[in-house]
């Protein structure tokens, strides 16, 4: 069974300010798999990255992914006060076929 | 434009049974896969199963095999949630989501259906 680890669980910014948030894979990823997402409180979750690096329609330019295998990240080049959230990543395809990290939280520092 | 609308919020005792529903439109729903997520009370994301309506193939993850059951109803655009008997455990959002733009991944997601367990 994959497991996805996120770190940090909490990260602590100011506006403007760039945030790297990383995902751990316990066993290979395809790249074409790896997304992320972005919950605000009493939200859903929001697609902002597929196939580990390309932006969800809408999606401004500040969020890029990158990585391979079982190493990914999420970067958010300078913070906006909305960026302030949750983050998780998740895969598909390993046992179980989906799969979530525990979240990032981004909080204001 | 795509939406998944879901069920309103539900109050259960144990023991009760229960299904929500989560309606699509703005897509062909029969031709794309729609799956549950459990959150839990300031937790986080749990991927449940999920169902192609076209011709009901369900999968399960397996740590709710068993605990809950998904289906469909292609004539209404309709995906369900449901169990035979609700635990307080089972307090908790439950989100319908479906990969409709790209593949193995949840583009467009439900408002929500928080359902309370609670004697």
């Known amino acids: 069974e994959i497991v996805l680890t996120q770190s940090p669980g909490t990260l602590s910014l100011s506006p403007g300010e760039r945030a790297t948030l990383s995902c751990r894979a316990s066993?290979?990823?395809?790249?074409?798999?790896l997304a992320w997402y972005q919950q605000k409180p009493g939200l859903a979750p929001r697609l902002l990255i597929y196939?580990?690096?390309s932006r969800a329609t809408g999606i401004p330019d500040r969020f890029s992914g990158s990585g391979s295998g079982t190493d990914f990240t999420l970067t958010i080049s300078r913070l906006e006060p909305e960026d302030f959230a949750v983050y998780f990543c998740?895969?598909?395809?390993?046992?179980?076929?989906?799969?979530f990290g525990q979240g990032t939280k981004l909080e204001i520092k | 434009e795509v939406q998944l609308v879901q069920s309103g919020a539900e109050v259960k005792k144990p023991g009760e049974s229960l299904k929500i529903s989560c309606k699509g439109s703005?897509?062909?729903?029969?031709?794309?896969?729609i799956g549950w997520v459990r959150q839990m009370p300031g937790k986080g994301l749990e991927w449940m199963g999920i169902?192609?309506?076209?011709?009901?193939?369900?999968r399960y993850s397996p740590s709710f095999q068993g605990q809950v059951t998904i289906s469909a109803d292609k004539s209404i655009s309709t995906a369900y949630l449901q169990w035979s008997s609700l635990k307080a455990s089972d307090t908790a959002m439950y989100y319908c989501?479906?990969?409709?733009?790209?593949?193995?991944?949840?583009?467009?997601w439900g408002q929500g259906t928080l359902v309370t367990v609670s004697s």
């Open positions: 703005g897509y062909s729903f029969t031709n794309y896969w």
């Open positions: 998740q895969q598909f395809g390993s046992s179980p076929l989906y799969t």
């Open positions: 169902i192609y309506p076209g011709d009901s193939d369900t």
């Open positions: 066993q290979s990823v395809s790249s074409s798999y």
């Open positions: 989501a479906s990969h409709i733009a790209v593949a193995g991944t949840f583009d467009y």
């Open positions: 196939g580990s690096s």
